[in-house]
């Protein structure tokens, strides 16, 4: 066989592969072999295995068994090499796949057998290797990664990287490769200030390799102090990590949200109440996208059966009245999403005690109208915040319905969601709605697919991003309507 490729493989099987070469001590690439051996040489081998992969296991033991990235370590040959043991570790503590290339040198410092001990990974030494060269090693150790580390990256390594040299396993890595570099120099400090490494950094970097360090300190030899120390391992590793899981874009940072959700509870009496039927997800969704955006977020919530958002501000509440005295503490704020069920109506004297059926039959339940919190907010005249969203969740007529809701209540924009109950959105995990505006004195409607609340809630979340970062607001809106 000349070269062995496996493509488009989905994730089932790839965890699976990756557990079963875990479990066994061997690569990916060498479970694979013994997978098509065993079934060439009719060996049973149980194939719903692949369709369904182990339970996963708890979270917490699911974090430190299944790997989310995979870097390929090419240890140069330097004094420092012994740091590249401990910075396998630290990769394998973030989850990171680790497979090893030893130059010839870094052997000379470094064993194979204990590099091996600790990756729980085969280690590649020999660009000419028959058992990994028959499908074309170095180009799979090239690109069956996510990044490539060099640690220690000796002045040598770096001159051949810097000319394009490809005359052993690792320099022919690294001229192969289509992934991302970190070079982690280590040398004499006479060696790094020498005019030919800075020449060689200087084309490394216009070539688009990173580089960590080197840091200052003593070197190994006698009276020696200087630039040109590798970098410690948990600084590499750290490196590495912002490489492979770049941060989350934060547009919202700086700015304070508002939100509030699910439904209010109006007493009839202390065991009765008048409510709607909402569950409080698309809210809840609503303040976790919005924090994870960066935002300071506060949630002012009704009664609902959710745990908080992570490092979100939430105000429980119950009626509508309490909703708005926490909405109206919560000001000033830059965005106020209104996503909340709020009951129209509450009775106009509550019993104090549980009303009874008596022999006149059913008793008189004055109804008054609850404050309109969304109305309320959007013709502040002082703490309006400058984007107010409103929801409206209609039976019929959801558009035209949201548009007269729109100019009535003074707001800047609002969803709309269609909530009858053959829709089953009202409680359930799926939305589908409708973003209305206003754009050059018109109102516009942007329609979105079926999401799931979540889903929405990126969607809504990156349209404010893009509002409040290109500097519409719906002051700005209103004022051109």
């Known amino acids: 066989m000349a070269s062995l490729t496996i493509r488009k493989l989905d994730d089932a099987v790839k965890a699976y592969l990756r557990l079963r070469s875990a479990q066994n001590r061997r690569s990916v690439e060498e479970e694979v072999r013994v997978i098509l051996r065993d079934l060439i040489e009719g060996h049973e081998v149980p194939l719903t295995a692949f369709a369904a992969p182990p339970a996963p296991a708890p979270t917490s033991q699911r974090a430190s068994a299944v790997p989310e990235a995979s ?10 090499a012994y740091k590249s043991l401990d910075l396998i570790r630290r990769l394998k503590e973030r989850r990171v796949e680790v497979r090893c290339v030893l130059t010839k040198a870094a052997q000379q410092f470094v064993t194979p057998l204990a590099v ?3 990756s729980h990974e085969r280690v590649y030494t020999d660009l000419f290797d028959p058992q990994s060269e028959f499908d074309a090693g170095h180009i799979r150790l090239a690109r069956d990664c996510d990044l490539i580390v060099v640690a220690p990256a000796t002045a040598d390594l770096m001159a051949k990287m810097a000319n394009g040299h490809a005359d052993d396993l690792a320099s022919a890595i690294l001229l192969a490769t289509n992934r991302k570099v970190l070079l982690a120099p280590a040398m004499n400090p006479l ?3 020498n005019a ?3 020449r060689n950094v200087a084309q490394l970097q216009r070539d688009g390799v990173v580089l960590i360090g080197p840091n200052s300190g003593e070197m190994a030899e006698a009276g020696e102090a200087g630039v040109g120390r590798m970098s410690e391992a948990i600084e590499i590793a750290a490196a590495a990590e912002r490489l492979l899981r770049p941060p989350v874009p934060r547009p919202l940072a700086g700015k304070r949200v508002l939100i509030t959700a699910g439904p209010t509870h109006e007493p009839i009496d202390p065991v009765r109440y008048i409510a709607n039927r909402s569950s409080g997800k698309q809210g809840f969704a609503i303040a976790a996208a919005a924090r994870a955006a960066g935002a300071e977020v506060v949630l002012v919530s009704g009664p609902v059966d959710l745990d908080d958002p992570q490092d979100v501000t939430v105000k429980h509440v119950e009626s509508a009245r309490d909703m708005l005295d926490q909405v109206q503490a919560a000001l000033p704020a830059d965005i106020a999403i209104f996503a909340a069920a709020v009951a129209d109506w509450r009775v106009a ?3 104090e005690q549980k009303l009874k059926k008596t022999a006149a039959g059913m008793p008189p339940l004055e109804l008054v109208e609850n404050p309109d919190i969304l109305a309320t907010i959007s013709k502040l005249t002082d703490k309006r915040p400058p984007l107010v969203i409103g929801f409206a969740a209609e ?4 558009i035209d319905n949201a548009k007269s809701k729109l100019a009535r209540k003074g707001c800047d924009w609002i969803v709309a969601n269609d909530v009858s109950p053959a829709t089953g959105v009202m409680g359930g995990d799926s939305n589908t709605v409708h973003l209305i505006s206003r754009k050059d004195g018109e109102m516009a409607v942007d329609s979105w697919p079926v999401m799931t609340k979540e889903q929405v809630a990126i969607e809504l979340v990156a349209h404010i991003a893009k509002s409040v970062t290109g500097g519409v607001t719906g002051k700005s809106a209103e004022t051109a309507s």
Request: charged share 10%; no cysteine; hydrophobic share 50%.
């Open 395 to 398: 039976t019929e007529h959801l």
């Open 116 to 118: 091996s001990a600790l």
């Open 191 to 193: 060696m790094w200030s």
């Open 349 to 351: 004297n509550a019993g």
């Open 71 to 80: 870097v390929t370590l090419i240890i140069g040959g330097g004094i420092a």
């Open 196 to 198: 030919a490494t800075r």
